[in-house]
Nanobody, 121 residues
Framework: QVQLVESGGGLVQAGGSLRLSCAAS????????MGWFRQAPGKEREFVAA????????YYADSVKGRFTISRDNAKNTGYLQMNSLKPEDTAVYYC??????????????WGQGTQVTVAS
């Protein structure tokens, strides 16, 4: 019912910036929030950021707070992750997700295929 397509990944030098996009095809109103997770090779998938699509309230992992900004354009059914001051440890596949945020925790229900972000030292 919800199809998500990520784009905007690539190679960037440490200290640089990238903006990821997540375009959604929504058939029903089953999702009320969107967010981002990331997974490096051999590592567990970890939460990065989430946003309430109605209120605009945002939530961030401590590791990216102050550097990353999540936003959305509801008219375009598109979410964004602006990543500044990138570090080599930010290197991962980034996945867009749609779901809900009950009790301040993002619960994904639908996933995109991911986009690679590589930060060189």
């Amino acid at each position: 019912q919800v199809q998500l397509v990520e784009s905007g990944g690539g190679l960037v030098q440490a200290g640089g910036s990238l903006r990821l996009s997540c375009a959604a095809s929504i058939r029903t109103s089953s999702s009320y929030a969107m967010g981002w997770f990331r997974q490096a090779p051999g590592k567990e998938r970890e939460f990065v950021a989430a946003i309430n699509l109605s209120s605009g309230n945002t939530y961030y992992a401590d590791s990216v707070k102050g550097r990353f900004t999540i936003s959305r354009d509801n008219a375009k059914n598109t979410g964004y992750l602006q990543m500044n001051s990138l570090k080599p440890e930010d290197t991962a596949v980034y996945y867009c997700a749609a779901g809900e945020i009950p009790r301040f925790v993002f619960r994904p229900r639908y996933w995109g295929q991911g986009t690679q972000v590589t930060v060189a030292s």
